[in-house]
């Protein structure tokens, strides 16, 4: 019982204020020490924030449960900046990290696709097809490629639109917006005029507060205030169209991973998925709380996107995903793969999930509390 303990720790502390290089020769070696490896892994995300709380809660169970491996987390900036983390581990300075993968679009055209693709598919969805469409054997094969191993740990969910100082009533508004945002929704913005930037979540508020981007988004309602966004811009906006859930990857060096022995090996792919699933129900439970925060005590506009311009952003997010997708036989193939899961899943979540979520809403009478 001890050794769960931790997970739970790690689900009751992460409260709203804190649920905010070129390929190299050589792969970083592990540690040996008293009969064990050890492991350095870099995140790029902060310390206080929820995903920093994850990642340094599964290296805390994996410490307790392994005598043969041993995991030391260094949080974005006390090792190397955040966006750097994979450079690390391609450097040989760490044997994993923690991030998003359209984070690593400099080491690869197809990596993005595993993230996420605007109006694609949401959390429930992209676990599916992870977990039973193939989705990380294909992704793996991308990982593979550059010397890593890929494991999802960690989804979002469903993400906010982005935090503005005007209104965005026609898709003219992203006209001369510099806006952060990653990935394939960046792209997206881009052909509607604006200019998306990549930053790293610990540089997003001061970038915004000082006017170096004039708008961003970042995840969600209670990480976003976690963050402090609401004290740089007063306007809100959902849904998330760009990010309809994110995936979390923990990037293992190939050589590292082939070290360890097939328990280990299962130890770990276990821990992932059940961190994968801990990030995304803490995410949807503290959300809500967030949200009524964001409202009621800093003031907060919450605001919709109307359809035109969501239109005018779905006709741009096609064109990108057309485009991107047929770079090079290898985005093509992950493009496809995400892409025929898709268009199967969505008419069962939209007969399903979705009717649902409509006739929730109906006009009858249903206590909130008995």
């Known amino acids: 019982m001890k050794k769960n303990l931790k997970r739970r720790d790690f689900i009751k502390k992460a409260g709203l204020a804190g649920a905010a290089a070129t390929a ?37 169970n994996i410490n307790s449960y392994s005598d043969k491996l041993k995991i030391k987390v260094y949080h974005a900036g006390e090792l190397v900046p955040g966006l750097e983390s994979l450079d690390a581990v391609r450097s040989g300075a760490a044997q994993a990290s923690y991030g998003a993968p359209y984070y ?13 693709c605007p109006f694609g598919m949401n959390a429930m969805e992209q676990n599916a097809w992870c977990y039973y469409g193939g989705g990380i054997e294909e992704a793996d094969k991308i990982y593979n490629a550059l010397g890593l191993k890929f494991l999802p740990m960690g989804n979002t969910g469903n993400q906010m639109g982005g935090w503005f100082n005007k209104e965005i009533n026609t898709p003219d508004d992203y006209k001369g917006l510099k ?15 604006a200019t998306p930037v990549l930053l790293a979540g610990p540089d997003v508020l001061p970038s915004l507060a000082s006017g170096a981007v004039d708008a961003a988004e ?46 280990t090996q299962g130890l770990v792919t276990n821990m992932t998925q059940s961190f994968n699933m801990t990030v995304f ?7 809500g709380p967030a949200l009524q925060k964001l409202v009621g005590e800093h003031g907060v506009t919450i605001k919709t ?23 090079n036989s290898e985005t093509k193939a992950i493009a496809n793969h995400l892409l025929s899961f898709r268009k199967v899943i969505k008419e069962w979540f939209t007969k399903g999930e979705q009717d649902f979520a409509r006739i929730r809403n109906l006009p009858f009478k249903y206590p909130d509390s008995v």
């Not at 690593?104 to 996420?116: G, H, M, Q």
């Open 24 to 60: 190299v020769s050589s792969f970083a070696a592990p540690a040996i020490a008293a009969g064990h490896q050890e492991w350095i892994i870099c995140s790029a995300f902060g310390k206080a924030g929820l995903l920093g709380q994850a990642i340094q809660a599964f290296a805390d």
């Open 305 to 327: 996107f109307p359809d035109e311009v969501l239109i005018a952003l779905g006709n741009a997010a096609g064109e990108v995903v057309s485009e991107r997708g047929s770079i």
């Open 179 to 193: 806006m952060r945002m990653p990935g394939l929704g960046g792209r997206t913005i881009e052909k509607l005029g």
């Open 218 to 263: 970042w995840i969600c309602p209670a990480a976003d205030l976690g963050a402090g966004l609401y004290q740089a811009a007063k306007f809100y906006y959902g849904p998330g169209w760009h990010e309809p859930s994110t995936l979390l990857d923990l990037s293992i060096d190939l050589n590292a991973w082939e070290s360890l022995d097939s328990a």
């Open 104 to 116: 690593w679009t400099n080491l690869s055209d197809a990596i993005e696709f595993v993230a996420t």
């Open 281 to 287: 129900s803490r995410f949807q439970a503290i959300n």
